[in-house]
């Protein structure tokens, strides 16, 4: 889910505990969890609702001053014909697992694990081998754009990203603003290779 940083604090606070989506089908499901630029929040409902039945308690959950406020944003991105969801959600305060995973350094049996993983990924690849060579042009590039990394290798952006998100779920890379880098045990298995 997509979130403007103004609604961080609020969220964090517990004073924004809904956000009202246009979607086609329901992008997010009850009981997981979610990473967002305002954190990690985990999805309690998801229901499709009127507009009519929206009330100024509503918009005020989900940081709007207004019902008129909180559909003209969902409008905008979807339209109206599109059904409303209102997803509740809450932050989660423990840490992210991915993100612990990714400040250990591996070695031994895991770094060798970690190895054989990505040499299956490069075995496996309808694409051709990408999961080292990606691994070391995030080394070489922090911080350019995902467009600009797959067009490196000739690739698009949708299945670009996809793969690095399997690199990411591994505990390898850390999304930046714009791009990736390489985590403390992507360096040491990028490392182990060379």
Do not use: N
């Not at 039945?53 to 008129?68: I, K, M, Q």
């Amino acid at each position: 889910m997509l979130f403007a940083l103004r609604f961080a604090e609020p969220i964090a606070r517990g004073e924004i505990d809904l956000t009202f989506r246009r979607w086609r089908r329901a992008q997010v499901r009850p009981g997981r969890p979610y990473r967002t630029v305002v954190g990690r929040l985990q999805v309690d409902e998801v229901d499709v609702v009127e507009p009519g039945d929206l009330g100024p308690d509503d918009a005020r959950r989900a940081g709007f001053a207004s019902v008129e406020t909180l559909l003209a944003e969902a409008d905008r991105h979807a339209g109206p014909e599109a059904p409303l969801y209102r997803v509740r959600f809450h932050p989660l305060d423990e840490p992210d697992p991915r993100s612990e995973l990714a400040a250990t350094v591996p070695t031994g049996d895991d770094l060798e694990a970690v190895c054989r993983r990505l040499d299956a990924m490069d075995a496996r690849s309808a694409h051709g081998p990408w999961a080292w060579a990606t691994l070391a042009a995030i080394a070489e590039r922090p911080a350019v754009r995902a467009p600009d990394l797959a067009a490196s290798f000739g690739r698009e952006t949708a299945p670009f990203k996809t793969d690095v998100r399997r690199l990411k779920a591994l505990g390898l890379t850390h999304s930046l603003p714009v791009g990736y880098e390489l985590s403390p045990r992507g360096r040491a298995v990028l490392a182990a290779r060379s």
